[in-house]
């Protein structure tokens, strides 16, 4: 018993004095003296800094201008007004028409007053009866002398007719004409009264 523990002494003798030729090795064949591989240490990774936001310049709009405001006309900045009268020598107490042969007055005055006189180049009518069978018309008016913000004409007289005996009313309109072209109308009423006969 003691040989073998000396043979197995001597075994090992030999193994550690070199006579081998592999050092020994671990069961799954990795050499016991070569170097262990060391795993790389992982490179922490740097943050990626986050771009800043770049403050645009908003540009704001433009101003709303309002546009020029348009010249007024001449017909726009006065006045004219319109009315009717019973006409030269006839009574003052006015209120219409008669029919031809019906009474008097027979026939009106249209006058038309214009606030700005020396810009008016013509001043013109029109007029509508309003009776069963109703009828139109139209006129130009005249100035008195140098007086061109009074402007006259006559209205009537009017046939009498059987179917108009009833009378009606008589709606007229006057345009006064301005030197820049423009216009300006006035309106006004009278009536046409009832024919017995």
């Known amino acids: 018993m003691l040989a073998v523990a000396c043979a197995a002494a001597l075994s090992l003798t030999a193994a550690c004095a070199g006579q081998g030729a592999q050092p ?28 800043r936001p770049t403050a645009t310049r908003t540009t704001r709009p433009p101003a709303s201008t309002t546009p020029p405001r348009r010249a007024r006309t ?21 209120t219409g028409l008669h029919q031809e042969g019906c009474g008097n007055p027979s026939f009106g005055l249209v006058q038309v007053r214009v606030g700005t006189a020396g810009n008016v180049s013509s001043v013109s009518f ?28 006559s ?35 009278t009536s046409l009264r009832a024919c017995q006969r």
């Open 24 to 51: 020994p090795q671990w069961s799954d064949g990795v050499p016991a003296a070569g170097s262990s591989s060391v795993a790389p240490t992982p490179t922490a990774a740097s943050p990626t800094p986050t771009p």
């Open 126 to 153: 029109r007029y509508r009866v309003n009776t069963v069978v109703a009828f139109d018309g139209s006129g130009s008016a005249r100035t008195i002398g140098n007086d061109r913000g009074t402007w006259l004409a």
């Open 155 to 189: 209205l009537g007289p009017f046939r009498a007719e059987p179917r108009n005996s009833a009378g009606g009313t008589i709606a007229i309109t006057a345009t006064a004409k301005f030197t820049d072209g423009s216009t300006r109308n006035a309106r006004t009423s």
């Open 74 to 94: 001449m017909g726009e900045q006065t006045t004219v007004t319109v009315r009717v009268t019973g006409g030269f020598g006839q009574p003052q107490n006015f």
